[in-house]
């Protein structure tokens, strides 16, 4: 995402707590408080609207770059989006099923729906104003335009003229529905025109789908130099009597729908690809959960198509600019490079970098002592895909397992698991099917592998394996070594250049342990008894850190304090927040970096009045985890894959590790230090639920951590410049 600099007054976060959300009650003695109270809870869904209004937010920030703020409107549909098709889509199931109670929170379903909508429609006015009445004009002074027909010129209508009929013409299929023909099936988020016709002859109206191509053609086909844009949905429009010779056009209006893209498999199921494969195609079918509507429609026709599709009228919203997700379109045009974020390139991390004329042997470097690299200021490419690219070249290494959540489709990861194989070495791949919205991808690098000849695994059908490592068996002497790396995010080397994360490499032999033993449970028929040092979901993860947070309150005095400092993407697990709640009515000092989701409410006298909540969005996507327990004899610290929250503390394969190094705890100290410091792009949450922009004060130095870290890393960049 984006890294700030802002002199501005904040932005208040629209939408507090839900509708009838009960007020924070006066103070109370902390004995009497039921810490479940239902009041001390946000809920899951409203807050992840509040954090999806920070993004809409930076597209309103008229600091950032241009182009920067075009793609946090495209970033903020695509998050609504996936929203819609799985959060909602789960709410929508609880009504259906006549559920009334919520979660912590205790708000029904229905009102969390209706108080979703609220939010959904507000928020859509001011991301349509801001790209509308701001973006779309600054674009076009700057040379960046997107016209329609009427605002071509006659050179630039030729050519449209012309692209209709030799690209897009080919790739239309018009279905008329009604009169003996059947609705036809409209899929997840494409774009479509429904096109009113009148039979002149019969004087008769039918409609007609038909479906705007962009998987094919792109949403905004270029034309002129490249930097002027049409919408493919303006030039079909306006072309429709071609599709329909003879007939006369009444109307159209550009339509989306929204479907549940959620899906369950079996515990049972005996060949688990099998079934996954199975509902993703059942889920092309899901029920629709959303219909957008752009432009003006018949009440007549507007009440049919709501009843072809299913849905009620509370589903149904009009909206002046469909799909802003494809603006990812506009925004990669080539050159102003003054509309962007200032060019930065990862470098390699100090202790990885070669001597002049050598080749780096990062297991040599590894035996030395641990190592954390911190994406994407630390290249990911020479650390982890060196790692393994080493592993692979080295003769004395006998095994390399590795977990795959989500890659990308040109990760040489993956493949170089395959060049193991060949080359006679156990290659294990846990590869997670379950991963939503990469499964087809998964899949296909699954049966890659398995023809190559690699041991995959799919791990346990009720379980997601969310863990991040890469374990390398050494031949060493008389005995073998263990290399392993944990992260924090996905082994994917695009996310790695737009989402911080963390990685550790050591050779800690209890550690490599507790790994081999994750991978023996996920590959083989064990259940884990006891890990030496590492917290492993679903067994010890949850009660390792309930017990850092009881020993942290134990160990806590008004003379010796101590502190607890998280870094995370979501806080929602009620048993944790309820340890939290515990600490603060003992004293003690609690400082959460949460980027996304937070059911906590923090500042409410006599529970949570020592716990503070910070939100930091930026440039890059803050994914990194990090949970550090301060106390007067001891600092531990910990990171890993794992989130606060019941899926990933109970329903998932989650590996969190403690970190012992001095200087990689030093290191990731003082990440957390800046995180929870920053005041660039930072946001605060309150008791009443809003999240309200942090503002420097007169003189305050500004501090911004992520570009506190692109300037230490272009600074190892000078002192010792890398070739990537």
């Not at 299913?310 to 799909?323: E, F, H, M, N, R």
């Not at 894959?641 to 019941?646: E, G, V």
Request: proline share 6%; glycine share 6%.
């Amino acid at each position: 995402m984006s890294e700030l600099d802002i002199e501005r007054d904040a932005a208040a976060v629209n939408g507090g707590p839900a509708p009838d959300a009960p007020s924070v009650p006066a103070a109370v003695p902390a004995e009497a408080i039921d810490l479940e109270d239902s009041w001390l809870y946000f809920n899951r869904e409203l807050s992840w609207m509040d954090f999806n209004d920070r993004v809409l937010q930076l597209a309103e920030d008229t600091t950032l770059p241009l182009l920067e703020r075009l793609k946090f409107c495209a970033i903020y549909e695509s998050n609504l989006d996936e929203f819609y098709m799985v959060r909602v889509a789960g709410v929508h199931d609880k009504i259906v099923a006549a559920l009334t109670a919520g979660g912590a929170d205790g708000i029904p379903p229905a009102e969390v729906l209706a108080a979703v909508r609220e939010r959904a429609i507000s928020q859509r006015a001011r991301l349509e104003h801001c790209l509308v009445d701001e973006l779309v004009p600054a674009m076009a002074e700057r040379g960046i335009r997107i016209v329609s027909y009427a605002e071509a010129s006659t050179e630039e209508l030729a050519e449209i003229d012309e692209l209709f009929n030799s690209r897009v013409f080919p790739a239309l299929t018009p279905l008329v529905f009604g009169v003996g023909r059947p609705f036809p099936y409209i899929s997840n988020l494409s774009l479509s025109l429904l096109v009113v016709l009148r039979d002149p002859v019969q004087d008769s109206e039918v409609m007609a789908r038909v479906k705007v191509p962009k998987e094919l053609l792109r949403r905004y086909l270029p034309i002129g130099d490249g930097r002027t844009f049409v919408a493919l949905e303006d030039v079909i429009s306006h072309n429709l009597e071609a599709l329909f010779p003879g007939m006369e056009v009444v109307g159209h209006t550009l339509f989306r729908v929204t479907r549940d893209t959620d899906y369950d498999v079996s515990d049972e199921a005996d060949d688990l690809r099998r079934a996954v494969e199975e509902e993703i195609r059942r889920r092309r079918f899901g029920e629709v959960i959303r219909l957008e509507l752009e432009g003006e429609l018949d009440p007549r026709l507007r009440e049919r198509l709501v009843s072809l599709l299913g849905i009620g009228a509370d589903q149904v919203y009009d909206v002046d600019w469909i799909g802003m997700d494809d603006l990812f379109d506009i925004a990669g045009v080539s050159g102003f490079e003054d509309l962007r974020f200032p060019p930065f390139s990862p470098v390699t991390q100090t202790r990885l970098q070669a001597p002049e004329g050598q080749t780096m042997d990062l297991l040599a470097a590894i035996r030395e002592g641990d190592i954390l690299v911190h994406h994407p200021y630390d290249s990911f490419q020479t650390s982890v895909e060196a790692f393994v690219r080493q592993a692979v070249n080295d003769p004395d290494v006998l095994a390399i397992k590795q977990t795959v959540y989500r890659t990308s489709d040109d990760s040489p990861l993956v493949p170089a698991l395959i060049q193991a194989s060949e080359r006679g070495k156990q290659a294990v791949c846990m590869v997670e099917l379950k991963a939503r919205f990469d499964e087809q991808a998964n899949i296909r690098w699954a049966k890659k592998l398995e023809q190559a000849g690699v041991h995959v695994v799919y791990g346990i059908p009720a379980l997601k394996t969310h863990a991040k490592c890469v374990l390398i068996a050494r031949r060493e002497g008389d005995g073998v070594r263990h290399y392993a790396h944990i992260g924090t995010g996905n082994y994917n080397p695009k996310t790695a250049r737009l989402y911080t994360d963390l990685g550790i490499f050591t050779v800690d032999p209890d550690i490599c342990s507790d790994i081999a033993e994750m991978f023996n449970y996920l590959t083989g028929y064990a259940r884990p008894q006891n890990y030496r040092k590492a917290l492993i979901a679903p067994f010890n993860l949850s009660e390792g850190l309930l017990a850092e947070i009881d020993r942290t309150i134990e160990a806590h005095s008004p003379e010796r304090p101590a502190r607890i400092r998280m870094k995370m993407n979501s806080l929602l697990d009620p048993r944790t927040i309820q340890a939290l709640y515990r600490a603060s009515q003992a004293g003690v000092r609690i400082e959460l970096n949460v980027r996304g989701i937070c059911a906590l409410r923090p500042g409410v006298e006599g529970v949570s009045e020592n716990i503070s909540v910070v939100s930091v969005l930026g440039r890059f996507l803050e994914h990194s985890r990090i949970y550090c327990f301060e106390r007067p004899d001891e600092t531990r610290v910990y990171t890993g894959s794992a989130d606060l929250m019941p899926r990933n503390l109970y329903n998932r394969v989650e590996l969190i590790i403690p970190v012992e190094d001095e200087g990689v705890r030093h290191e990731m100290i003082e990440i957390l230090d800046l995180s929870l410091a920053d005041n660039a792009g930072a946001w605060m949450l309150d008791a009443e639920g809003e999240w309200t922009r942090r503002i420097r004060e007169p003189g305050e130095p500004v501090r911004d951590v992520q570009a506190t870290m692109i300037d230490r890393s272009t600074s190892r960049a000078v002192e010792a410049p890398q070739t990537f």
